[in-house]
């Protein structure tokens, strides 16, 4: 399964600030009684978003200078909670490509790369900045360089980082990791039989 | 070498290195449930696999089944649409099902340990963050999402990065009316929430030898609250007893095997771990939680926090914090009016969990105006409750007795909160709308201060309301 090689994503961006942003925030569990990941995408940060009556809050995510946005930018520990794929499967539905926050959550994480959304980290003054740069020119294109861990942005260059396994996945497009599991499968039956416990 | 119990089970199950860096991982066993493997029977089908190995894969339903009305078609046609594709891919890729017509239903957490599933030494994953409960048996377990439960189901591996390890110890004797809900929520306002990111933890000490297998769980169960997808204690011989005669424990002669070879497993003296931070009991209280995180939280006799006496960097958190809760800072967190009580969960629904609540219940009554359900972890814990007679106590004091599953803990099924309602709860999150109202409330807290808080209307300390005699309250 040949999959596309990632080497950067880059687009609108829109800042959604807070830590710990947890995943039911990004999709509150009703929207998963569904058997498809179709259709997650307006309902990415729901409740946040949208009064009771389906009317829009005040939220950036709603501020249609940032419409189109593909970068989300945010705060410590993004994705934390519930183990739910229908988080980040929300936002790639949603248009998002990657993601620049200072820290996140194990599972999120993982589950993010394998959809192939590069999540970097960047420090709390480096987001803050390109928040200020973005909400002064939200037409500025934030470059995210899986290859030099880099972020771009209106000329100029802010650090970022990328976990090696997932900028190594990203870079030789095996992301997704099914095929070369599935590659190991002899290796796997061997060591199944050899533990032979459960 | 002294090696770690996590080092041993992570060289028995490391397949070979991956490209990226990554371990190929086999799983011993694979649990599943309705919300989060639809996608991942759809991704095989698409790709045109199977499932590998599917003996070593075990489904129940837990997230939406209705409590009260539980025969089929459910009145919500998703929900029930949702447990015939789950039936019809079971059917299909040949995975055993534990529907409600077995009798074996439960919370998938709940369900794993009591059918024997859950063994030391193994390897579990699931899509399911709560996953880590397993861990209390000495098996290292796997909260993962769906696309990693379509490659469980492909090829009984995952592709995962080893964490660093972190043993956490509590010694000394926890206060009566302590328990191991106020233990981890007491872990996570100390290391915090994301403390535990790329962490697993390894819990021990006193405490945790004298915990009984059921708050072993407990305690595992959050590990993830505190940013650690992995939590463990090292098996003994009350991991043994509890799992001996189980229907999936090994019998005979490959028992006492088992049983050696788990006890092989403990993590040896002297191994080395990433860090390691050490608790006293003496210091842990009946706890809640104010905020919208687990890590948000105050001993019961302590104040709500005021944004304005915290550090700049909680600031923000703390006000939002307050705005969902609608508390007032500075003010006793005691005394707060309640609307709902809400027992169940994978944290806290399993028998001894009632059997403590029962003990004090006998004789009390809700309070008027406060909605207050019981919902068992498992059918099994149902039926041994009701052949106890614990249900009746619950039923005599104004509890809703109802039938198992995950219910109001993320309100999926048709238990849910209504508008700006306050849950006094045995589960394990309070995010905003965690409980089914975008604007309901959650203060999280151990089984027996949610009956306290049910039987006098607001948040109350366990200790006072039952008369249980405390060391801190002498002289007080």
């Known amino acids: ?198 | 070498m002294a090696k770690s119990l996590f080092d041993k089970v992570w060289d028995a199950h490391a397949v070979r290195d991956l490209s990226a860096g990554q371990t190929q991982l086999l799983i011993g066993a694979h649990l599943i449930h309705e919300v989060t493997s639809p996608q991942a029977f759809g991704m095989l089908r698409e790709l045109g696999l199977k499932v590998h190995m599917p003996e070593r894969t075990f489904a129940t339903v837990d997230h939406i089944v209705p409590t009260d009305e539980r025969a089929e078609p459910f009145s919500d046609q998703l929900a029930d649409a949702m447990i015939k594709e789950l039936r019809r891919n079971c059917e299909e890729f040949g995975v055993t099902y534990f529907d409600i017509a077995s009798g074996r239903q439960g919370i998938v957490h709940v369900v794993g340990p009591e059918q024997g599933i859950t063994q030391p030494g193994t390897t579990i994953a699931c899509g399911d963050s709560h996953t880590s409960t397993h861990g209390a048996f000495g098996a290292i377990a796997f909260g993962i999402g769906t696309s990693q439960v379509r490659d469980v189901l492909a090829t009984q591996t995952l592709a995962i990065s080893k964490p660093k390890l972190r043993r956490i110890n509590v010694d000394g004797e926890l206060q009566p009316g302590v328990y191991a809900k106020d233990v981890i929520l007491y872990i996570i306002r100390k290391l915090g929430v994301k403390g535990g990111n790329g962490y697993a933890y390894e819990y021990g000490g006193e405490v945790f030898d004298r915990f009984n297998m059921e708050e072993r769980m407990t305690v595992c169960n959050m590990s993830i609250e505190g940013g650690a997808r992995v939590g463990y204690v090292n098996p003994d011989e009350k991991t043994f007893e509890y799992l001996k005669g189980r229907p999936y424990s090994p019998k005979g002669k490959e028992w006492d095997a088992a049983v050696e070879r788990w006890k092989a497993l403990a993590s040896d003296p002297g191994c080395a771990y990433d860090d390691v931070v050490n608790f006293r009991a003496e210091d842990i209280l009946p706890s809640v939680t104010w905020g919208i995180t687990p890590g948000q939280g105050v001993f019961i006799d302590e104040t709500i926090p005021d944004p304005d006496e915290v550090g700049e960097a909680e600031r923000d958190a703390v006000t939002e914090a307050l705005e969902h809760m609608k508390l007032k800072p500075g003010a006793p967190i005691k005394g707060t009016p309640i609307d709902v009580a809400f027992l169940g969960s994978c944290t806290n629904a399993r028998l001894t969990d009632f059997q403590e609540v029962a003990r004090y219940l006998r004789g009390r009554k809700v309070a008027s105006g406060v909605k207050a359900i019981v919902v068992p972890g498992s059918m099994a814990v149902g039926k041994i409750c009701e052949e106890l007679g614990i249900d009746r106590v619950f039923k005599d004091a104004g509890f809703e007795w109802r039938g198992a599953g995950c219910s109001m803990c993320l309100a999926m099924n048709p238990d849910k909160l209504v508008g700006d309602q306050l849950c006094a709860s045995s589960s394990n999150r309070n995010f905003k709308g965690r409980q089914g109202s975008p604007v309901g409330r959650t203060i999280l807290m151990s089984p027996l201060m949610v009956a306290a808080a049910a039987v006098t209307g607001e948040i109350s300390d366990a200790r006072e309301v039952f008369g249980i005699e405390s060391p801190t309250l002498v002289g007080a």
């Open chain 1, 1 to 198: 399964m040949a999959l596309e090689k990632i080497t950067k994503v880059e687009g609108k961006a829109v800042y959604v600030p807070g830590d710990d942003i947890d995943t039911d925030r990004i999709i509150p569990a009703r929207f998963m009684k569904c058997i498809t990941f179709d259709g997650l995408g307006e309902f990415a940060f729901y409740d946040v978003r949208k009064n009771e009556d389906g009317s829009d809050k005040k939220h950036p995510l709603n501020d249609p200078r940032h419409a189109g946005a593909t970068i989300m930018l945010s705060g410590s520990n993004f994705g934390c909670g519930s183990s739910r794929e229908h988080a980040p499967q929300a936002l790639h539905k949603a248009g998002f490509r990657g993601i620049v926050a200072e820290s996140y959550a194990e599972i999120f994480f993982g589950n993010s790369t394998t959809l192939g959304i590069p999540c970097f980290t960047a420090g709390r003054q480096q987001i803050r900045e390109l928040a200020a740069a973005i909400d002064a020119d939200p037409e500025l294109t934030v470059e995210l360089d899986v290859e030099n861990e880099v972020i771009r942005c209106g000329g100029k260059e802010y650090p970022g980082a990328l976990r090696d396994s997932a900028r190594n996945s990203l870079l030789s497009g095996r992301w997704d990791p099914i095929a070369e599991l599935i590659e190991g499968t002899e290796q796997v039956d061997e060591l199944a039989r050899r533990l032979n416990y459960v």
